[in-house]
């Protein structure tokens, strides 16, 4: 991360160790879901966006950018975070990652240095990167006390990107993590926990089964309700935000 931020101002806050975490080991496949089901690995997580937040409140600076330490960073991300002129007037906060799935953007956007921002109308995973404002820094605070979601979910999810409209995409991503690239970690000690160490949930045959047969009528539902409501022409739906 010194590598890729040399030139650039940064402070490190050191993350919280899952392992020092209460909370179970691992997610039971339950909806809806509650604080008591989050993983040691997921309340970490959210923890360690806290203290980023925190120490960001106390620093009296307008805007913070967030990093994990597992990102792959653009060489265009200095341009960037060195110049706030582009932080839109009624922004709060800007997803910088592309987490490689697809999305839904609205068709407003916005140019900036070559790239676009839109709002995001669909979740899109990961809180590897992206800058905040103090208002959404206070809120986040706010509502992480005692959440039922991970954070990426709670951020950047589909009921997150509708309710606090407008929560922004950068498009091409300045931010990807390493694991989503060819080759993966080039430091294994930096995989997340929530992954690599909490033991994987197998869904019941049964569920998968239910979920399979209501598949199709949610995305009839879905197209349908797009028309009515109009949704479907200011829309634009993307494969992927590329990175670059």
């Known amino acids: 991360m010194c590598e890729q931020l040399a030139g650039l ?37 959210i923890l360690s966006h806290r203290k980023a ?29 060195l ?38 109308r669909t979740k899109h995973l990961g809180t590897a990167a992206y800058v905040v404002n103090r208002a959404a820094a206070v809120f986040y605070l706010k509502e992480t006390i005692r959440p039922d979601l991970p954070l ?17 995409q950068l498009s091409p991503a300045l931010s990807i993590q390493a694991k989503r690239l060819p080759g993966g970690i080039a430091f294994p000690e930096l995989a997340s926990s929530i992954e690599s160490e909490a033991p994987k949930v197998r869904k019941p045959f049964l569920l998968k089964i239910k ?16 028309i009515a409501s109009g949704s479907r022409f200011l829309e634009r739906r993307c494969p992927r935000v590329d990175f670059a």
């Open 53 to 81: 937040w925190s120490r960001f409140l106390e620093s009296g600076e307008r805007l913070a950018c967030v990093l994990e330490d597992d990102v792959t960073l653009s060489p265009s991300f200095g341009d960037f975070v």
């Open 211 to 226: 979920n399979e047969v209501r598949r199709p009528f949610l995305h009839l539902g879905e197209f349908l309700w797009s």
């Open 152 to 168: 990426d979910y709670f951020i950047f999810g589909n009921s997150a990107v509708k309710t606090h409209s407008p929560v922004y």
């Open 9 to 45: 101002p940064f402070e490190r806050i050191a993350a919280v160790d899952g392992r020092s975490v209460d909370g179970p080991e691992r997610r039971e496949p339950i909806r809806p879901l509650g604080y008591e089901h989050l993983t040691r690995y997921e309340r970490a997580c």
């Open 83 to 120: 110049d706030e002129s582009w932080f839109p007037a009624d922004g709060r906060i800007i997803k910088l990652e592309t987490y490689d799935q697809p999305v839904v953007l609205s068709r407003r956007t916005i140019p900036c240095r070559g790239r676009t921002f839109a709002p995001l």
